[in-house]
T-cell receptor
Framework: QKEVEQNSGPLSVPEGAIASLNCTYSDRVSQSFFWYRQYSGKSPELIMSIYSNGDKEDGRFTAQLNKASQYVSLLIRDSQPSDSATYLC?????????????FGAGTRLFVKA | DAGVIQSPRHEVTEMGQEVTLRCKPISGHDYLFWYRQTMMRGLELLIYFNNNVPIDDSGMPEDRFSAKMPNASFSTLKIQPSEPRDSAVYFCASSFALNYGYTFGSGTRLTVV
């Protein structure tokens, strides 16, 4: 089992719809969670961070965290063609094994105009 | 701030040659990370520094890879000798704390022929 799992997609949604991206992680001691957006040929860009259970909203983006289910998601409302990119879930964990940030393989999102 | 600056953007070299990648982190960021990204393996952490000191190099694939951070504003990743399987995009990232997200540089696309 991978430490951080994401559906590779591609996920295709029409313009204006809600895109829902999901991520599960295996290590219960994980402490902080991030979503990065990566356009083709570019570097990852941090778009959301979340540290406690519940929802966190920033503009059209909402991150949701459920530590009991070891699940984190990203909702993109009113999706735009410019949102078409790969979205990487990242999980920070500490503990006896030392600090580590584990990235998922990413979900490719296509927003159709 | 100009962000995390990496050089060169592209590097094509012959197998067996030495390759040096360079990174300037964001001023004030105490943590610097070197990542490698490939289609097969995604984003992999190679090594990270805190206040110029290497903390975890367990991701460095083998002795051919070495990294240094002689001061707070400069780091290098060296591969000697290079091999075709080292071909990847190498990212440098920095952060002001471990539990915060990272700012990535634009990356160095390395091709070893």
């Amino acid at each position: 089992q991978k430490e951080v799992e994401q559906n590779s997609g591609p996920l295709s949604v029409p313009e204006g719809a809600i895109a829902s991206l999901n991520c599960t992680y295996s290590d219960r001691v994980s402490q902080s969670f991030f979503w990065y957006r990566q356009y083709s040929g570019k570097s990852p860009e941090l778009i959301m961070s979340i540290y406690s259970n519940g929802d966190k909203e920033d503009g059209r983006f909402t991150a949701q965290l459920n530590k009991a289910s070891q699940y984190v998601s990203l909702l993109i409302r009113d999706s735009q063609p410019s949102d078409s990119a790969t979205y990487l879930c990242a999980v920070n964990r500490g503990g006896t094994g030392g600090f580590k940030t584990i990235f998922g393989a990413g979900t490719r999102l296509f927003v159709k105009a | 701030d100009a962000g995390v600056i990496q050089s060169p953007r592209h590097e094509v070299t012959e197998m067996g040659q030495e390759v040096t990648l360079r990174c300037k982190p964001i001023s004030g960021h105490d943590y610097l990370f070197w990542y490698r990204q490939t289609m097969m393996r995604g984003l992999e952490l190679l090594i990270y520094f805190n206040n110029n000191v290497p903390i975890d190099d367990s991701g460095m694939p083998e002795d051919r890879f070495s990294a240094k951070m002689p001061n707070a504003s400069f780091s290098t990743l060296k591969i000697q000798p290079s091999e075709p399987r080292d071909s990847a995009v190498y990212f440098c990232a920095s952060s002001f704390a471990l539990n915060y997200g990272y700012t990535f540089g634009s990356g160095t696309r390395l091709t070893v022929v």
